[in-house]
């Protein structure tokens, strides 16, 4: 079967608003019912390199104590939580996800959180996922994965692993396939089906939320920010005013630090296809500067997850995702975005002749 012709895709894109969900409990009915698929689990993270937790049973939707929900719950004969599962198409994390989660995991035994995703977002959702755990862990015995990666160590036993549906899925069904278990395999085909419609879709339906004045007022802000991040910039003498410009669905400033022209960028489509972020440096329109700036901004390419990247879509050009502050007042991400900037103007300037 055509599984972008699957019954259980086709119901729950016209009646769920939150198709997350369903493809959850579906998972969740799945599971529970055969042992072996959910050793199949097991053997699927630990070929991700994972040391695969002694789950022994699968719940949905129970809330932890302190107010992790994890989708899916991995249970060992202890009843203690040993390996959540968070099944995500296009929602964006939660507060709690994922440094809550791994709080909620007990420290004393193998543990696990598996985020899976469609492989579109799979690269984007990892790079924000090990941001959160740097800027949430602390005190935690973390070893951050590369963002190219799908497992990253955050304490002595606990792990933090992405994996795509499709090869999640299709592993659970081999083991069904193998088993002789039809029916399985047959589930399993209609939750891949829903996956790959999730995954493939190139515009996703509307929803009454995605139209609210409050979208609206956000990008306006957004837009805004560059022109504020901009002249806090030009006044603090990181760098000097330069023009400002348009083209679809962005918005630029030029602003000249350390005798370069850079772009200060609004870009919903960085945004989307590279990293989670609306905000972006890229580097000046002259190719043949970009090997002197790349290598003094080596140590940003250093960071985890790394900060400095290309955009294939623009002539693979060089750019730099600039991180807002989350959960402070604006003149505080405005200053956050500034000393981004003054880091990178203190890294060009330490390499000029």
């Given at each position: 079967?055509?599984?972008?012709?699957?019954?259980?895709?086709?119901l729950?894109?016209?009646?769920?608003?939150?198709?997350?969900?369903?493809?959850?409990?579906?998972?969740?009915?799945?599971?529970?019912?055969?042992?072996?698929?959910?050793?199949?689990?097991?053997?699927?993270?630990e070929?991700?390199?994972?040391?695969?937790?002694q789950?022994?049973?699968?719940?949905?939707?129970?809330?932890?104590?302190?107010a992790?929900?994890p989708?899916?719950?991995?249970?060992?004969?202890?009843?203690a939580p040993?390996?959540?599962?968070?099944?995500?198409?296009?929602a964006?994390?939660?507060?709690?996800?994922?440094?809550?989660?791994?709080?909620?995991?007990?420290?004393?035994?193998p543990?696990?959180?598996?985020v899976?995703?469609p492989?579109?977002?799979?690269?984007?959702?990892?790079?924000?996922?090990?941001?959160?755990?740097?800027?949430?862990?602390?005190?935690?015995?973390?070893?951050?994965?590369?963002?190219?990666?799908?497992?990253?160590?955050?304490?002595?036993?606990k792990?933090?692993?992405?994996?795509?549906?499709?090869?999640?899925?299709e592993?659970?069904?081999?083991?069904?396939?193998?088993?002789?278990?039809?029916?399985?395999?047959?589930?399993?085909?209609?939750?891949?089906?829903?996956?790959?419609?999730?995954d493939?879709?190139?515009f996703?339906?509307?929803?009454?939320?995605?139209?609210?004045a409050?979208?609206?007022?956000?990008?306006?802000?957004?837009?805004?920010?560059?022109?504020?991040?901009?002249e806090?910039?030009?006044?603090?003498?990181?760098?000097?005013?330069?023009?400002?410009?348009?083209?679809?669905?962005?918005?630029?400033?030029?602003?000249?630090?350390?005798?370069?022209?850079?772009?200060?960028?609004?870009?919903?489509?960085?945004?989307?296809?590279?990293?989670?972020?609306?905000?972006w440096?890229?580097?000046p329109?002259?190719?043949?500067?970009?090997?002197?700036l790349l290598?003094?901004?080596?140590?940003?390419?250093?960071?985890?997850?790394?900060?400095?990247?290309?955009?294939?879509?623009?002539?693979d050009?060089?750019?730099i995702?600039?991180?807002?502050?989350?959960?402070?007042?604006?003149?505080?991400?405005?200053?956050?975005?500034?000393?981004?900037?003054?880091?990178?103007?203190?890294?060009?300037s330490?390499k000029?002749?």
């Open positions: 079967m055509d599984t972008n012709d699957s019954l259980l895709g086709h729950a894109s016209r009646l769920s608003a939150h198709p997350e969900n369903v493809a959850t409990e579906a998972l969740a009915f799945i599971l529970r019912r055969n042992e072996y698929l959910r050793q199949a689990v097991l053997r699927f993270l070929r991700l390199g994972v040391p695969p937790p789950v022994v049973s699968f719940s949905a939707q129970q809330s932890e104590e302190n992790a929900r989708d899916l719950r991995g249970a060992d004969k202890s009843g040993v390996l959540f599962i968070e099944a995500k198409f296009w964006g994390l939660t507060d709690n996800q994922p440094v809550t989660y791994l709080n909620a995991l007990p420290p004393d035994k543990t696990a959180l598996l899976i995703v492989e579109a977002r799979r690269q984007l959702l990892w790079r924000e996922l090990l941001l959160r755990c740097k800027d949430g862990l602390l005190g935690a015995t973390t070893a951050f994965g590369h963002e190219r990666q799908s497992v990253s160590q955050v304490g002595s036993n792990f933090l692993a992405i994996a795509a549906w499709k090869p999640f899925l592993s659970l069904q081999s083991a069904a396939l193998s088993q002789g278990d039809h029916v399985s395999a047959e589930n399993l085909n209609q939750l891949l089906g829903l996956c790959t419609r999730e493939t879709t190139a996703l339906p509307l929803r009454q939320e995605e139209l609210s409050g979208i609206g007022q956000r990008i306006y802000q957004f837009g805004a920010l560059i022109e504020e991040v901009s806090a910039a030009v006044a603090q003498n990181v760098c000097a005013r330069g023009t400002s410009g348009g083209s679809k669905m962005s918005y630029w400033r030029t602003v000249r630090i350390a005798g370069h022209d850079f772009y200060l960028y609004l870009s919903p489509w960085r945004w989307h296809t590279i990293a989670e972020t609306p905000f440096l890229e580097f329109n002259k190719p043949d500067a970009w090997p002197d290598r003094a901004l080596q140590p940003l390419a250093l960071k985890s997850p790394p900060m400095l990247l290309r955009d294939p879509s623009w002539r050009t060089p750019v995702p600039l991180y807002p502050r989350l959960g402070v007042e604006h003149h505080e991400v405005i200053q956050g975005l500034v000393d981004t900037l003054r880091y990178v103007r203190d890294l060009v330490a000029s002749p």
